[in-house]
């Protein structure tokens, strides 16, 4: 065992995470240091820290997600420069396990999840003409309480050691036998309460959505993207239980000694995998529905034309949420089944394939005949059809069981999935960052720089991932840390380097075109920049905190587009006084109660976890004896508002 | 008047939850095999379950009843298809003991 294995309180003797500790503290005193200086503590505190805005929180979401992808980005870049060579010693095995299992969780649960999670908040609420989520509160706790479990996660590689078992943490090898460091108590305890937030969010959503449409908009009549965000939140309700209750049994398995997992005892290690996968694979459609949802927005809008297949769309979503359930087991064909197991899986998940593939052709024939504007949104989603496709593809050549013998934990599968989630979900979510930008800060992104950054990203993709098809047809494993000259893997992995190298270049222009458009880009007054077809497009941007001066009224699909084309108004009535919510202090100490527990949980301190924790129910208990009626706007202030936005927008 | 001012469901209700869980505790106390204990057990939760819902908490009078039946018919299906589908899985095809 080599030194770092130890179980050590801070990590000291490696000298990149010496690197990345001290530039985190450096990062953060300066920080600390601006905010002081300039005098901003308070401004955080009112506008951002106790806000229960659902257009702040998304705000707040994406900030994270981005600065997650770039956490996930640099391990990424690592690993592949660790294999970039035959034989390479940039990484050691130990810490290169670290940065697999790190750059896993981060890029699905702290990355793709709050990116999506940050669009639906800012959108969904402006989608169907509602002034706030159904329960505000709740969505600002849901929002701290990720941000307590990303914080946690993310301090492990410097304080106790980071987990190294794989994303999915498979037992026996997360057991406390194989994986002595706290690193796998880390995994468990701060999912467990980023996921408590997920949860939340998912049930706030399908109320928001199912209870708070604006007049006349019926389920059939809602915007594709609200229809993938009520979907999705109906699967993340169904699905994080099964995680909570999984993640629960681990933590009981390392630190209290339990045998729900153990190999013997009556325990069983396979039921890890198979809980995990009861949840996880609904995860990936969590993460990808929304995706299909912002394409669906991006692609109407500039192919001029409405969706086509509406009503085959909303089935097909309804039909992968209930097939996402049942096709787990494909994730562990060769780890014991029968063949009837295998077979039954086999089925499921190629059956998914179809209500997928009719997304695809409805995309293909709303833009059939369309008048396409190639922004750069739009240049996302037209890239994403056909390299969601290969991965498509090459899932249903995993999906038969007996040839899935061959590509089982090889490279081809960490292709085929790649090829799934960066154009499913991370070329979606940059769409829609491009695309919903200007309406949440009144101005859009430079097209010139986003067009560069896209044929980078896009590029790059293909030149990172493509290689791994062949490297694991040609049998090299995934998760080896390194692998010796004869084997021949060297050349496709060099490229595959490249590739990543240029994926972190496209990050690059990705954040400096917000830093450039922050300074230079001409400020957008039309509320409207993209001629767009749904309701948030009907208000100002930057939306004033009320969302909308009346509420408006409809009778169809894209009845905005429709009342922009006729000169119609979707709402003639006088301005009403508008009831708001007010913030809150609570959620964010609440979350800082819960990360100080899991923190503490995490090393065994039993008392003050206990402390702390009893600290998580006095703050329930106080929101249960709090008068909060929120407060009212004005029938003035609204005019004053709007006169200063320019004017009535309805 | 009285008839209408009398709780008639609720104490229906009251009345078939009582016998129901009298049923149910009659598999510890009668000596009867595993699979008729669980038979029992399994009919008499159906019924409870139903007789809570819809007599208690009048899910059938409420305006999104649709939502709320739609809801429940996809949280048992999730439910059937992790339980069922995890012993299928893990016990009746695995085949490495």
């Given at each position: 065992m080599?030194?770092?294995?130890?179980?050590?309180?801070?990590?000291?003797?490696?000298?990149?995470?010496?690197?990345?500790?001290?530039?985190?503290?450096?990062?953060?005193?300066s920080i600390f240091i601006g905010l002081t200086y300039f005098k901003k503590w308070g401004y955080l505190w009112r506008e951002w820290i106790t806000t229960v805005d659902h257009k702040k929180i998304g705000v707040m979401y994406i900030l994270v997600a981005l600065i997650m992808l770039f956490r996930g980005g640099v391990d990424a870049l690592l690993m592949r420069g660790q294999t970039a060579m035959p034989e390479n010693g940039l990484l050691d095995a130990q810490h290169y396990n670290e940065i697999?299992?790190?750059?896993?969780?981060?890029?699905?649960?702290?990355?793709?999840?709050?990116?999506?999670?940050?669009?639906?908040?800012?959108?969904?609420?402006?989608?169907?003409?509602?002034?706030?989520?159904?329960?505000p509160r709740l969505n600002s706790v849901s929002f701290w309480l990720f941000a307590a479990g990303a914080g946690l996660f993310n301090i492990s590689f410097i304080i106790g050691g980071s987990p190294d078992a794989g994303w999915s943490a498979y037992f026996p090898?997360?057991?406390?036998?194989?994986?002595?460091?706290?690193g796998n108590n880390y995994y468990a305890l701060s999912l467990q309460i980023a996921g408590?937030?997920?949860?939340?969010?998912g049930i706030n959503f399908v109320v928001t959505i199912l209870k708070m449409r604006a007049p006349g908009m019926t389920l059939m009549k809602m915007p594709m993207f609200t229809w993938s965000v009520l979907i999705t939140n109906v699967i993340i309700v169904f699905a994080f239980p099964v995680l909570t209750v999984a993640l629960a049994l681990m933590t009981m398995d390392r630190q209290f000694g339990t045998k729900f997992f153990a190999m013997q005892d009556g325990g069983m290690d396979m039921l890890w995998a198979n809980l995990f996968w009861v949840w996880g694979h609904p995860e990936v459609y969590i993460v990808i529905l929304p995706?299909?949802?912002?394409?669906?927005?991006?692609?109407?809008?500039?192919?001029?034309?409405?969706?086509?297949?509406?009503?085959?769309?909303?089935?097909?979503?309804?039909?992968?949420?209930?097939?996402?359930?049942?096709?787990?087991?494909?994730?562990?064909?060769?780890?014991?089944?029968?063949?009837?197991?295998?077979?039954?899986?086999?089925?499921?998940?190629?059956?998914?394939?179809?209500?997928?593939?009719?997304?695809?052709?409805?995309?293909?024939?709303?833009?059939h005949k369309g008048k396409i504007s190639f922004t750069t949104p739009m240049l996302y989603s037209l890239a994403f059809i056909p390299i969601f496709t290969i991965g498509g593809v090459t899932g249903v050549m995993l999906a038969m069981a007996s040839a899935d013998?061959?590509?089982?934990?090889?490279?081809?599968?960490?292709?085929?999935?790649?090829?799934?989630?960066?154009?499913?979900?991370?070329?979606?979510?940059?769409?829609?960052?491009?695309?919903?930008?200007?309406?949440?800060?009144?101005?859009?992104?430079?097209?010139?720089?986003?067009k560069l950054g896209f044929w980078f990203i896009t590029i790059s993709f293909n030149v990172a991932f493509f290689p791994l098809f062949i490297l694991g047809l040609n049998g090299m494993t995934r998760r080896m840390y390194t692998y010796s000259e004869s084997t021949g893997y060297g050349p496709l992995n060099m490229l595959s380097f490249i590739g990543a190298v240029g994926l972190g270049i496209g990050f690059i222009i990705l954040v400096y075109n917000l830093y450039w458009s922050i300074r230079y880009s001409p400020r957008d007054e039309s509320g409207d920049p993209w001629d767009a077809r749904s309701l948030e497009w009907a208000t100002h941007s930057p939306v004033p905190v009320y969302n909308f001066a009346k509420v408006p009224k409809i009778n169809e699909l894209d009845a905005f587009w429709f009342a922009k084309k006729n000169n119609e108004s979707l709402n003639d009535e006088p301005y009403e006084k508008i009831h708001m919510p007010s913030n809150s202090g609570m959620p964010f100490l609440m979350s800082g109660a819960f990360f100080a527990a899991g923190f503490c949980a995490v090393f065994s301190w039993w008392i003050p976890a206990i402390v702390f924790t009893l600290l998580i129910f006095v703050f329930m208990g106080l929101r249960s004896f709090e008068q909060d009626h929120g407060y009212y706007i004005s029938v003035e202030e609204v005019e004053r508002t709007e006169r200063e936005l320019g004017g009535d927008k309805e | 008047?009285?008839?209408?001012?009398?709780?008639?469901?609720?104490?229906?209700?009251?009345?078939?939850?009582?016998?129901?869980?009298?049923?149910?505790?009659?598999?510890?106390?009668?000596?009867?095999?595993?699979?008729?204990?669980?038979?029992?057990?399994?009919?008499?939760?159906?019924?409870?379950?139903?007789?809570?819902?819809?007599?208690?908490?009048?899910?059938?009078?409420?305006?999104?009843?649709?939502?709320?039946?739609?809801?429940?018919?996809?949280?048992?299906?999730?439910?059937?298809?992790?339980?069922?589908g995890t012993l299928f899985t893990m016990i009746w095809g695995y085949q490495i003991r």
């Open positions: 080599d030194t770092h294995h130890e179980q050590q309180f801070l990590i000291l003797n490696e000298p990149m995470i010496l690197a990345a500790m001290i530039s985190i503290v450096v990062g953060g005193l697999f299992t790190t750059h896993g969780v981060i890029m699905i649960l702290f990355m793709a999840m709050p990116f999506i999670i940050g669009l639906m908040n800012v959108v969904t609420p402006l989608q169907i003409g509602a002034r706030d989520v159904a329960f090898l997360a057991s406390l036998e194989f994986s002595p460091t706290v408590l937030g997920t949860l939340m969010t995706a299909f949802g912002i394409y669906s927005e991006i692609i109407s809008t500039f192919a001029r034309k409405n969706l086509y297949g509406y009503k085959s769309m909303v089935i097909s979503m309804v039909a992968i949420s209930l097939l996402s359930f049942v096709v787990w087991a494909h994730h562990f064909y060769t780890m014991g089944h029968g063949v009837m197991v295998n077979s039954v899986f086999s089925i499921t998940t190629m059956l998914i394939a179809v209500p997928t593939g009719v997304k695809i052709f409805n995309w293909l024939l709303t833009l013998y061959q590509y089982h934990n090889t490279m081809f599968l960490v292709a085929h999935f790649h090829y799934v989630l960066i154009p499913g979900t991370v070329f979606a979510v940059i769409a829609g960052f491009h695309f919903w930008f200007p309406k949440v800060f009144g101005f859009r992104l430079n097209e010139k720089l986003g | 008047m009285m008839k209408q001012l009398f709780p008639k469901q609720h104490v229906m209700g009251f009345i078939f939850s009582l016998a129901l869980s009298v049923v149910a505790l009659a598999v510890i106390t009668f000596d009867m095999s595993y699979k008729m204990g669980m038979g029992i057990l399994l009919v008499t939760a159906l019924a409870q379950a139903s007789v809570q819902l819809l007599l208690f908490m009048h899910i059938g009078e409420s305006e999104d009843r649709r939502t709320l039946y739609t809801n429940i018919g996809y949280a048992l299906f999730v439910g059937v298809v992790t339980i069922l």
